[in-house]
């Protein structure tokens, strides 16, 4: 896989693996243990890999990995690297209250038109919000970017989870 592109183009990732879920898992278990750098949760067939509290910044990222089981002898693994919930749940509710009073705005101006009356305030604050609108992604981009050594960090950790070789 290779990472640099692939992680910070497309968050998304699958892997075949030649040992069963329960082997996978339990490697990951194991690694839940002893490891110091990183959180690991699991729960069922999903493993949560997370950056500790104290070195965490607002952009970090987290590896969500789910264990399939393919065969009696493989398993796949889908992995997911995305922002923190919570920041995820504020970013997703700043796009909605700025895509609702776009809506609204965009019916009051509508309104105003019919009725002949002025509508240059609510153009005013709609061209306002589509300015937000481009700051917000900005603001996801820069975000991404701040994040993308701990996405490499998280993947080469689980590479080595995976590969038997973290103690």
Known sequence: ??????????PRFRRRLPHTSEVVLLAFEEARLAATQFI?????????IRIPKHKQHFWSPQLHLEVRPVSEKESE?????GPNPTVWTLFMFLHFGVATLFIGF???AYSNYVLDTP???QLGV???LIALWVILYFAGKMGKTA???EM?????FMEEVLAGEFK
């Open 77 to 81: 693994l889908f992995g997911l690297f």
């Open 152 to 156: 490499q960090a998280l993947h080469a």
């Open 147 to 149: 994040g993308s050594n």
């Open 126 to 128: 709609m061209g306002l």
């Open 106 to 108: 965009g019916i009051w």
């Open 119 to 121: 509508y240059g305030i």
């Open 1 to 10: 896989m290779a990472l640099s592109n692939d992680i910070v183009l497309r």
């Open 40 to 48: 690991i949760s699991r729960v069922d067939d999903h493993v949560f």
